[in-house]
Protein backbone atom coordinates (compact mmCIF):
# COMPACT_ATOMS: atom_id res chain seq x y z
CA UNK A 1 0.00 0.00 0.00
CA UNK A 2 1.77 3.54 -1.09
CA UNK A 3 1.30 6.72 0.33
CA UNK A 4 3.10 10.08 -0.20
CA UNK A 5 3.45 12.72 1.99
CA UNK A 6 4.80 16.43 0.30
CA UNK A 7 6.76 18.68 2.59
CA UNK A 8 8.69 21.76 2.27
CA UNK A 9 6.31 24.35 1.60
CA UNK A 10 5.86 27.61 2.92
CA UNK A 11 6.16 31.44 2.27
CA UNK A 12 9.07 32.43 -0.02
CA UNK A 13 9.98 35.93 -1.60
CA UNK A 14 10.70 36.27 -5.20
CA UNK A 15 13.83 35.17 -6.63
CA UNK A 16 14.08 32.44 -3.00
CA UNK A 17 14.30 29.01 -3.00
CA UNK A 18 12.76 25.79 -1.64
CA UNK A 19 13.15 21.86 -1.80
CA UNK A 20 9.82 20.06 -1.64
CA UNK A 21 10.00 16.27 -0.47
CA UNK A 22 7.83 13.41 -1.30
CA UNK A 23 8.04 10.67 1.18
CA UNK A 24 6.56 7.31 0.39
CA UNK A 25 5.42 4.68 2.75
CA UNK A 26 7.33 1.53 0.88
CA UNK A 27 10.57 0.38 0.22
CA UNK A 28 9.61 -0.18 -3.14
CA UNK A 29 9.61 3.71 -4.27
CA UNK A 30 12.03 2.34 -7.10
CA UNK A 31 9.65 0.20 -8.75
CA UNK A 32 7.54 3.47 -9.62
CA UNK A 33 7.84 7.15 -11.70
CA UNK A 34 7.14 10.01 -9.69
CA UNK A 35 5.85 13.07 -11.40
CA UNK A 36 5.14 16.62 -9.25
CA UNK A 37 2.27 18.46 -10.26
CA UNK A 38 0.86 22.00 -9.27
CA UNK A 39 -2.78 23.86 -9.00
CA UNK A 40 -3.48 27.64 -8.56
CA UNK A 41 -6.26 29.05 -7.34
CA UNK A 42 -9.06 28.63 -10.30
CA UNK A 43 -6.71 26.54 -12.66
CA UNK A 44 -6.01 23.66 -14.03
CA UNK A 45 -3.33 21.32 -12.43
CA UNK A 46 -0.69 20.68 -14.26
CA UNK A 47 2.32 18.46 -14.73
CA UNK A 48 5.81 20.27 -13.63
CA UNK A 49 8.35 17.87 -13.58
CA UNK A 50 8.93 13.92 -13.75
CA UNK A 51 11.35 11.00 -12.93
CA UNK A 52 11.77 7.82 -14.25
CA UNK A 53 12.12 5.08 -11.26
CA UNK A 54 16.24 5.03 -12.14
CA UNK A 55 16.90 8.15 -12.90
CA UNK A 56 17.80 7.67 -16.50
CA UNK A 57 15.36 10.39 -17.60
CA UNK A 58 13.54 13.67 -16.45
CA UNK A 59 10.61 15.94 -17.77
CA UNK A 60 10.25 19.89 -17.34
CA UNK A 61 7.17 22.00 -17.81
CA UNK A 62 8.93 24.66 -19.89
CA UNK A 63 7.48 27.06 -17.72
CA UNK A 64 10.47 25.81 -14.84
CA UNK A 65 13.03 24.37 -17.37
CA UNK A 66 16.40 25.71 -16.15
CA UNK A 67 14.90 26.49 -12.29
CA UNK A 68 13.65 23.36 -11.11
CA UNK A 69 15.28 20.30 -10.57
CA UNK A 70 13.84 16.83 -9.81
CA UNK A 71 15.91 14.12 -8.36
CA UNK A 72 15.42 10.78 -6.23
CA UNK A 73 16.68 8.82 -3.31
CA UNK A 74 15.68 5.20 -3.67
CA UNK A 75 17.26 4.11 -0.62
CA UNK A 76 15.39 6.77 1.76
CA UNK A 77 11.73 6.55 -0.40
CA UNK A 78 12.15 10.08 -1.12
CA UNK A 79 11.69 12.28 -4.18
CA UNK A 80 12.77 16.30 -4.43
CA UNK A 81 12.01 18.95 -6.44
CA UNK A 82 14.31 21.89 -5.89
CA UNK A 83 12.86 25.05 -7.00
CA UNK A 84 15.19 27.85 -7.64
CA UNK A 85 14.43 31.44 -8.28
CA UNK A 86 11.10 31.69 -7.70
CA UNK A 87 8.80 33.82 -9.16
CA UNK A 88 5.14 34.81 -8.30
CA UNK A 89 3.45 32.47 -10.82
CA UNK A 90 5.03 29.50 -9.21
CA UNK A 91 2.48 30.05 -5.96
CA UNK A 92 0.34 26.92 -6.29
CA UNK A 93 -0.49 23.57 -4.12
CA UNK A 94 2.27 21.25 -5.10
CA UNK A 95 1.39 17.33 -5.42
CA UNK A 96 3.61 14.46 -5.82
CA UNK A 97 2.45 11.25 -7.72
CA UNK A 98 3.77 7.68 -8.87
CA UNK A 99 2.34 5.73 -11.95
CA UNK A 100 3.84 2.20 -12.95
CA UNK A 101 2.09 1.86 -16.11
CA UNK A 102 3.52 0.09 -19.80
CA UNK A 103 4.79 3.48 -21.61
CA UNK A 104 4.23 6.10 -18.88
CA UNK A 105 6.93 8.61 -20.45
CA UNK A 106 4.23 9.23 -23.41
CA UNK A 107 2.50 11.94 -22.63
CA UNK A 108 3.79 12.10 -18.88
CA UNK A 109 2.23 15.17 -17.59
CA UNK A 110 -1.36 13.39 -18.00
CA UNK A 111 -2.98 12.92 -14.47
CA UNK A 112 -4.42 9.72 -15.59
CA UNK A 113 -0.85 8.04 -15.36
CA UNK A 114 -0.79 8.15 -12.19
CA UNK A 115 -2.39 5.89 -9.67
CA UNK A 116 -1.09 7.28 -6.20
CA UNK A 117 -1.48 10.64 -4.98
CA UNK A 118 -0.42 13.35 -2.04
CA UNK A 119 -2.15 15.38 -0.25
CA UNK A 120 -0.05 18.72 -1.52
CA UNK A 121 2.16 21.11 0.32
CA UNK A 122 1.58 25.00 -0.52
CA UNK A 123 4.10 27.25 -2.15
CA UNK A 124 3.56 30.72 -2.25
CA UNK A 125 5.90 32.96 -3.27
CA UNK A 126 5.22 36.67 -2.31
CA UNK A 127 6.81 39.98 -1.20
Known amino acids: QLQLVESGGGLVQPGGSLRLSCAAS????????IGWFRQAPGKEREGVSCISASSASTNYADSVKGRFTISRDNAKNTVYLQMNSLKPEDTAVYYCAAGSVAKWWIRWYEKSKYSVWGQGTQVTVSS
Open 26 to 33: VNTLNSYY
